[in-house]
């Protein structure tokens, strides 16, 4: 599953993020320290220190956001989040090699083991204000370059090859987690997404009460019900 969520964070909340992390004072390190395995070899950004109170301010704006998201709610099913952690390219620090990423991580902020079913991207820059710095995602189609809005977010499976291209103007600022599913498959999680956005324009345009629309919810659930695990 690829997925772009349109306007994840408000206008509001992006003027904020611009404010804090772009600030002289923000305490960016530098990102390799966070990697493990081959990623280490790779990775050549900065990262918003976790154990930071800037960090945790941010963490919680971010959450907040996915949790009145219904799309993304309907999309991973989540069943834990990987706090948001922040990084930067640009100038010496400014791209990140191919990569997969970690199958099961350790959050030291709330001491958490999260499984990587989905891995997420939310732009915090204007696509304007910097050139490459593109999210790109290998699979058997080919690639996918991402440059979404500040405030847009683009999911996509952990187990996928991927990249940040060289950023070679401005810089390019980003928050980005994981998700731990309910639904561990990736196909029984497309089926009921796609189940989901078909009930929904079931429900407008016959209502919650027509009979095709309540037998339809029904076979969601005990489809979510037979796979989920909570």
């Given at each position: ?21 772009w600030a ?51 999309a991973a ?111 029984q999680r ?41």
């Open positions: 599953m690829f997925l772009h969520i349109k306007e994840v964070l408000t206008a509001e909340e992006v003027a904020l993020f611009r404010q804090q992390l002289a004072d923000a305490p960016w390190i530098d990102g390799a320290r966070s990697a493990g395995g081959q990623a280490v070899h790779q990775k050549n950004n900065r990262q918003l220190a976790q154990g930071s109170e800037l960090s945790a301010q941010l963490q919680g704006v971010v959450k907040a956001a996915l949790n009145r998201n219904a799309l993304f709610f309907s099913l989540p069943r834990r989040i990987y706090n948001p952690l922040f990084n930067q390219y640009g100038d010496d620090s400014n791209f990140y090699g191919n990569h997969v990423d970690s199958a099961v991580m350790h959050s030291k902020a709330d001491n958490c083991w999260v499984r990587s079913d989905l891995s997420c991207t939310l732009f915090l820059t204007p696509p304007e204000d910097y050139d490459g710095g593109e999210l790109v995602i290998c699979d058997a189609m080919g690639e996918k370059c991402i440059k979404l809005p500040a405030g847009d977010l683009i999911l996509y499976p952990s187990s996928t090859v991927h990249q940040v291209s060289p950023v070679t103007r401005g810089h390019r600022i980003s928050s980005f987690f994981w998700v731990e599913s309910m639904v561990r498959g990736l196909e497309q089926l009921l997404f796609d189940m989901d956005m078909s009930l929904l324009r079931l429900r407008q345009a016959h209502g919650e009460k027509e009979a095709s629309v309540i037998a339809l919810s029904g076979t969601y659930h005990n489809l979510l019900r037979m796979w989920a695990d909570v």
